[in-house]
């Protein structure tokens, strides 16, 4: 190989070099430029929003709103147990903004030596508060099972709908958790009672 030939490789590999790095460039630009892209497209299409169900868990969608910290709205909480078990909230009462997601967890416990089942049933007041509180989890969806002497923890997971009307300042949320199957009593055996009869 002369000098030529050596001359022209070297120009060869500078010019792929120079290449190689526009590209590496170019690469590194567009995967910076591809988060801000994507939060625009969500923007436009509505993709990546909370949803929420309704006040029955049936699958109801609320578009993700602004907090409105402008107003507070103050929450309290009711426990009513029908049945054999403790039930209560952590907290009585909290201050939030309409808008603000928000979390409540409710304690129970079954102090029985047998398994318990149990539902919970939300009720509200004022009554027109009902259609503007909104719970994206909670244990009254379903059926709750209580091991023998088993104590949990229950989350409420809530936003309240901005569209609150504005004189609605307190929203108390009550719980009636009652038992479902209570067991009951065995009649005594046929056997046993006509020996008592005969005797």
């Known amino acids: 190989m ?9 120009r060869f590999n500078r010019g792929m070099m120079k290449r190689l790095l526009v590209v590496v460039t170019l690469m590194f630009g567009f995967g910076y430029a591809l988060v801000p892209l994507y939060k625009a497209i969500c923007d436009i ?5 909370v949803t929420t169900r309704d006040l029955y868990g049936a699958g109801a969608a609320v578009k993700n709103t602004q907090v409105d910290t402008t ?15 403790a039930f209560r909230p952590v907290k009585r009462s909290m201050e939030v903004h309409p808008g603000e997601l928000t979390t409540i967890v409710y304690e129970v416990a079954n102090g029985q030596s047998r398994d318990i089942s149990a539902q ?10 009902t259609e503007y509180f909104k719970k994206v989890e909670c244990f009254c969806f379903k059926q709750q099972t209580l091991k023998a002497n088993e104590a949990r923890d229950m989350p409420v997971v809530f936003v309240i709908d901005p569209k609150l009307p504005k004189d609605v300042k307190n929203i108390t949320l009550s719980y009636t958790f009652f038992e479902i199957g209570t067991p009951v009593a065995q009649a005594p055996e046929a056997g046993v009672t006509a020996t008592r009869q005969g005797g």
């Open 45 to 49: 299409t509505g993709l990546n929003v």
């Open 2 to 10: 002369d000098a030529q030939d050596k001359a022209l490789e070297k």
């Open 120 to 129: 919970a049933i939300p009720s509200y007041a004022p009554k027109q508060a």
């Open 71 to 85: 107003r507070t709205i103050t929450v309290e909480f009711d426990s009513n147990a029908r049945g054999p078990f």
